[in-house]
């Protein structure tokens, strides 16, 4: 416990220098759009016993990449990502979106797609996809519109008025998508959002996700167990090890784009998840 | 794409019906018993099997009912008055107390035992104490049905909202809801079965707390006027308040229901609603 207390104090001691040093208005044009996380270590105590989830965790992503996050079940991989949603406060580290730090969630900064889609079941998809915009206090003609958009985007503005027990998983999973782009966050973050979804429906989700990233020019960090589903839609792989997780490697992902399937027979592709695959079972 | 769209299903009717359903023989069955009862009632005390003194014929009840409706009329005005406003209290402060406990932890872990251990209480002995302190007038048995009726729908309530999927609240966070907004527009709708179920139950104990009441200690209400009665030795007189009592606690019933329908329906309606161009 004497350690969380003084992980605390270090946190406040490093985002007071950090907000003298860089301030709200951080010049950098697209800065916006970059993710940067700093010494960060969690330990969380369950019934008096202590353990290290996270490691020593330091990483950035420039604007406008894909990457992916991969490691053994219990790593801490969704724990991580919870962090940067500002879910959940690590215990001793610093994350910053676009220059300022993040502590709390801020979906005009960065969006979250959970793994279960996590709609609420009594608002249809257009009222869902509005909800955060509504929190916001957005006025409903604006709300509207722009759900619409989000929703024509991931090409499901005709299912608008359904409820999500109506829709198929790959169809909720694309609603929250758009709940997750409807206040332009330039970062999206997903945490295994296509786990639940039979092997056919993932692989056409992935496809379809890549597109709207194109289309969107999000930055979008990437969570998932599945080493395949990682390199084909990543620019970038991090490889975290068994708890307490630890950055092994960045794997950069030198498969031209736009992927397609057939990339997946390449030998470059076998290499690649060869390489990773060792990295985790070692 | 067009894979993953066809997957939509939609309920097809209430499944084939052959011979008189399950549902219809129950109805039946039901408006039977009802009958049997209002026909017992008229012919026992008729026969003289029980003395009119003991159960008063259906017909000299009705009679009473009649004769006097003026009266009931006026008592009855009073304990709607006093069992809405007591509802207000109870079941309006109860759910949204419910719901801050049951998706508190801190909260909960604090509370809770202590709702718990005072629902456990007898609080009709607690009634001379009302009076004393609101009067024998419609204040202290709304403060009394209040108290009545608050616990089990803040424990109703608390238990709903403890068992929300806890992913919708995170998500609802994850887009800076506060912790008002998240009650209000996640947890509530989340938890409308539990919320109506102890409405319903809460509801129900109002209408006990302020006919109890009034049988007690008051100088007016349906109850005041049963007790009265009773006194008189008026039998039918007795029953004729009991009638109104009982249907005051069906209508309160029904009409929760009918809400439950209604939340419960509209979701079933939109389902059967398929997108006109859905495959």
Redesign the interface.
Known sequence: MPRMTQATASIRKRHGTTMSVVGPDHPAADAGKTLDVRDLNHTYSVNGKTTQALQDIAFNVSAGRFISIVGPSGCGKSSLLMMLAGLLTPSEGRIAVGGRPLVKPDPTRVGVVFQDASLFPWLTARRNVEFPLFLRGVAKAVRREKAEEALALVGLERFADSLPHELSGGMKQRVSIARGLVQDPPILLMDEPFAALDEQTRITMGDELLRIWEKARKTIVFVTHGLSEAIYLSDEVLVLSGRPGRILDRVAIDLPRPRSLDMMAQPRFADLREAIWHMIKA | ?A???S????PRGSGASVGISLETKARICRYAIIAAVIVAWEIVPQLGLVPRLFLPSLSSTLAMLMAHSGDFAVQMLVTLQEVGMALVFACGFGILFGLWVGSTLTVRKALLPVVSALFAVPLVVLYPLFTAWFGIGSASKVVFASVYGLLPTVLGTAAGAQTI?R??T????????TRL?QIL??TL??S?PTVLASFRLGGALVIVGVVVAEMMMSSAGIGFLLSKYRTQLNSSGVFAAIILILALAIGFDLAVQAIERRWTGG?RN??AR??A??P
């Open positions: 794409m894979y993953d769209q997957v939509t299903h939609v999927d992913q919708l995170q998500a609802a966070r994850s887009m800076g809801a907004q527009w996640v709708p989340a409308v979701v939109k389902a398929r997108p161009d859905a």
